[in-house]
């Protein structure tokens, strides 16, 4: 992996860490700019469930960002692979979120990324979370947004 290369994915992976920690906080916008708009975008929420297409991927952020209490995450580990256009993001995160009585739950997540150059820009295609028993505490029941 090139230099060039290297540094455009770690910078879109920190962008998608910039934007959890936002939506947190309530703001779920900025998965709108590093999420891929297409029909073939997905997520699997740590909560459950296979969202198909940029659609139902952001009606699920926008519901999460509605319930956020707040907190933070932080990655501690992370391994990329790059193959052309594609390029796969596994990391740990470790954090501090709030549930809906306010109060702090520690949590440490494993996550997967797929992002797709599209345009001369790397965009989430496709983003994995573990189904981890301490996040459904902190975000409730799954949701079918």
Do not use: C
Request: glycine share 8%; charged share 25%.
């Amino acid at each position: 992996m090139s230099t060039d290369e290297s540094a455009a994915i770690l910078a879109a992976h920190r962008a998608w860490l910039d934007s959890l920690n936002a939506m947190l906080q309530g703001d779920p916008a900025p998965f709108a700019e590093i999420y891929s708009h297409s029909d073939d975008a997905s997520y699997m929420s740590a909560e459950g469930g296979l969202r198909i297409g940029w659609d139902a991927t952001w009606r699920d952020w926008q519901a999460q960002a509605r319930l956020a209490q707040g907190g933070h995450i932080e990655e501690v580990e992370r391994h990329i692979i790059l193959h052309g256009d594609m390029a796969v993001v596994q990391f740990v995160e470790k954090g501090v979120v709030n549930n809906a009585q306010g109060i702090g739950v520690e949590l440490e997540g494993r996550e997967t990324s797929v992002f797709r150059r599209e345009d001369g820009q790397w965009k989430i295609v496709a983003h994995h979370a573990d189904a981890l028993p301490n996040w459904i505490e902190v975000a409730g029941t799954a949701r079918n947004a």
